[in-house]
């Protein structure tokens, strides 16, 4: 079946230090790629997304990179901010009979002090 | 625009309780999904709907689970005989339809459900 396997956390940072969040993959087939972001109280919500090999998202200064040679699509940020404290979920989509569910990795906590 | 809504944002009940979760997506959405969140875990598949049929059903986690949708619009999570392991985030998203690998799922703001 599919799967996500995300770097654990928590991650913490200094404002303007340089992010990576791992992300790796499982699937069958050729799926979609996400990064969903969840700020303190507030729903979950999409940062960015790939839809085939390397295809590069962007969205906030965060970018990351559909690689299908190392199934990777680790997020990136050159300078975090404070208000980037959030949860950051990589989850992939897949056709078919998947019916585009996505299969979500465990969540990396991510704070920023000033 | 509106976003996807749901109701109650908060529900506290009593292990046996039957209890329903309501979800209003996005006006035009075809294709409607729950998700669940328990706490310390990830967020899990239960059910994805095209239109008013469930295609889908494979995550929803015992026969105490069912739900249903009408008009293309609002769906309805019913759990029955509530059990504490039930506790959790039910989480509602709702995409286009159009082509579902690469669709964006737009989330509700969940209904968080606590079984005493």
């Known amino acids: 079946g599919n799967s996500v396997t995300q770097m654990e956390g928590p991650v913490t940072l200094s404002e303007e230090a340089f992010l990576t969040i791992n992300c790796t993959y499982t699937?069958?087939?050729?799926?979609?790629l996400f990064w969903y972001v969840q700020y303190p109280g507030e729903g979950l919500q999409l940062l960015l997304k790939a839809t085939k090999a390397d295809d590069k998202g962007s969205n906030k200064g965060f970018e990351a990179t559909y690689r299908k040679e190392t199934t990777s699509f680790h997020l990136e940020k050159g300078s975090v901010q404070v208000s980037d404290s959030a949860v950051y979920f990589c989850a992939l989509s897949a056709g078919g009979t998947s019916y585009g569910k996505l299969t979500f990795g465990q969540g990396t906590i991510l704070t920023v002090h000033p | 625009g509106a976003g996807v809504s749901q109701s109650p944002s908060n529900k506290v009940t009593e292990k046996g309780k039957d209890v329903e979760l309501r979800c209003d997506p996005i006006s035009g959405h075809t294709a409607l999904y729950w998700y669940r969140q328990r706490l310390g875990q990830g967020l899990e598949f239960l059910i994805y709907f095209q239109g008013n049929s469930a295609p889908d059903k494979s995550g929803l986690p015992s026969d105490r689970f069912s739900a249903e949708r009408t008009g293309e619009s609002v769906s309805t999570l019913t759990i029955q005989r509530t059990q504490q392991e039930d506790s959790a985030v039910y989480l509602c998203?709702?995409?286009?339809?159009?082509?579902?690998?690469?669709?964006?799922?737009?989330f509700g703001p969940g209904t968080r459900l606590t079984v005493l």
């Open positions: 699937a069958t087939g050729y799926p979609s």
């Open positions: 998203a709702s995409s286009s339809g159009l082509a579902l690998r690469t669709d964006t799922q737009y």
